[in-house]
């Protein structure tokens, strides 16, 4: 005789087959290939700096929990945050820890969280297969170089170079500048 368990999962075997699809154009942990070999979900290859680490990891992956007001501990990775909730940010589950040590991987709690070596709380992405080792040395390759930011867009330069020019013999008003970027 079965019991309620037996029986439960006897009945989920169909709906559990139908949701999978085929699992073509997935990786072996699930997530969608994208193209360069890189490690998540963006269109292009993993490379060893925050915006290629952005558009391919912490945006397709990390951000189902880390953004906006609900991400946990405060701790959001959406494009406009996560180079200040990240670099030489103090990690707020061991305060004695950067999340992200410049220079120093091993020593970066981002690391430990991923490898699933932290001394609080469980490997990340939490709840789903991890990242493959090939993605975390991606992002320990940015961290060793110095984990520096994204580049600025061209219009955030633009913005940041607005203001007003003086002539430095008569300290009068300069008009007519040009837009240095274009």
């Known amino acids: 005789m079965m019991n309620r368990r037996t029986i439960g999962a006897v009945l989920m075997l169909p709906l559990l087959a139908s949701c999978g699809g085929s699992g073509e154009g997935l990786d072996q942990n699930g997530r969608p ?3 360069g070999g890189g490690g998540g979900g963006g269109g292009s290859a993993l490379t060893p700096d ?3 680490i952005q558009e391919n990891v912490f945006t397709p992956i990390c951000t189902a929990c880390h953004a906006g007001a609900a991400a946990p501990l405060g701790f959001r990775l959406d494009a406009a945050s996560a180079y200040a909730m990240l670099v030489n940010a103090p990690s707020v589950e061991v305060p004695s820890l950067r999340r992200v040590s410049p220079g120093n991987p091993d020593a970066s709690y981002l690391i430990q969280k991923l490898e699933g070596h932290a001394a609080v709380g469980g490997q990340m992405p939490l709840g789903q297969a991890p990242l493959p080792q090939t993605t975390i040395n991606i992002i320990r390759q940015w ?6 930011p994204a580049p600025a867009s061209r219009d955030e330069l633009r913005l ?3 203001g007003t020019a003086f002539d430095p013999d008569d300290h009068s008003r300069l008009t007519n500048i040009s837009d240095p970027l274009t």
């Open 143 to 148: 961290i060793s170089n110095g984990a520096a």
């Open 160 to 162: 940041s170079m607005r």
């Open 50 to 52: 925050l915006q290629s």
């Open 33 to 35: 290939i994208n193209g």
